[in-house]
């Protein structure tokens, strides 16, 4: 699965930019600027993530009608 690797990794990416996101909202004076940077990463990687994924499962579920097997 091409995809498989790459899904993992953005999971992971996703996972730790919401913990860095947790920690500096919980702080007392919270980076405005690193605070809105973190959330874009976290929204570049959901999309990709849902890119990947629908892909994923279109080519799960393409027919090769070609195969003569």
Do not use: C, G, W
Request: charged letters at 40%; aromatic letters at 8%.
């Amino acid at each position: 699965m091409p995809y498989k690797q790459r899904i993992k990794t953005l999971e992971e990416s996703h996972r730790l930019v919401e913990n860095q996101i947790d920690v500096l909202q919980h702080s007392e004076n919270p980076d405005q600027v690193k605070l809105k940077n973190l959330i874009e990463y976290k929204d570049k990687y959901l999309s990709e993530l849902r890119v990947l994924r629908r892909a994923q499962y279109e080519s799960s579920q393409s027919v090769d009608f070609d195969d003569d097997r």
